[in-house]
């Protein structure tokens, strides 16, 4: 049963109630994937994609991910979006990236959706520029507390791309993702205590904001920390 192998690999994957096992994972998605189940054609891509449990194939990803997307499943679409407009195991090629993309946005797909913001707001795969569409996808993400979208949206609410300049608008869509562990929200946040924007200027709490977001994982909070001891601040 497909659904089942899945899952299973998904158990072996994470290590949830068996040692964790890549490999096993990566067998487990295959034999569901030879049953043309769309969600473990798109683990195993990710598998051949990162050479977690197999060899690294990103070419091999790329297949595996179009053919789930060719069944409608959004998160291969998106997979192979990436893919494509990097030139990653395939030919880059940003038009038919924007196009799968379209495809998984129109599921609402979050990811898809900040994906496509991406791309409108810095004309990749289009012919123009469009920062108010931009913010849109990117609102329609936000929406389901997609923390990368949350963050994007708080940038064009912080700069007014594509809609009216509010930075206390900012400030919070960048605590909200904060508050989800996305750590170049943390950064923002920690740039608008330190600043001023949209918030009490407090430079305790953008150091504490800062040392959260090296933590977590953000070179730029790393170098905004490294600065301050510099300064001696």
């Not at 949830?16 to 994972?25: C, I, P, Q, S």
């Not at 449990?53 to 192979?80: C, F, H, I, S, W």
């Not at 038919?96 to 959706?113: G, I, N, S, T």
Request: glycine letters at 10%.
């Amino acid at each position: 049963f497909p659904r089942a192998l899945n899952i299973l690999g998904d158990c072996c994957w994470d290590g949830t109630g068996v040692d964790r096992d890549l490999a096993g994972a990566a067998e487990l998605y295959r034999r569901a994937a030879d049953q043309g189940y769309p969600p473990a054609q798109c683990n195993l891509g990710l598998c051949f994609e990162h050479g977690d449990g197999v060899e690294e194939d990103k070419a091999r990803a790329a297949e595996l991910y179009r053919q789930a997307a060719q069944e409608g499943y959004p998160p291969a679409m998106t997979n192979l979006a990436v893919l494509l407009l990097h030139g990653v195991g395939v030919e880059a090629d940003a038009r038919a990236a924007v196009e799968w993309l379209q495809k998984a946005a129109d599921q609402d797909f979050p990811r898809a959706l900040d994906l496509l913001g991406d791309c409108w707001l810095e004309g990749r795969g289009e012919d123009c520029v469009d920062t108010w569409r931009a913010a849109e996808l990117y609102r329609r993400a936000a929406e389901q507390e997609y923390p990368p979208a949350l963050c994007d949206l708080g940038l064009c609410y912080e700069n007014a791309n594509g809609v009216e300049e509010d930075k206390a608008r900012a400030a919070e869509l960048y605590r909200r993702a904060a508050g989800l562990g996305y750590a170049p929200a943390m950064c923002n946040l920690g740039v608008c205590y330190l600043n001023g924007i949209g918030v009490e200027k407090d430079e305790d709490e953008a150091v504490r904001w800062f040392q959260r977001a090296m933590e977590a994982g953000s070179p730029r909070a790393a170098g905004i920390l490294g600065d301050f001891c510099l300064d001696g601040r």
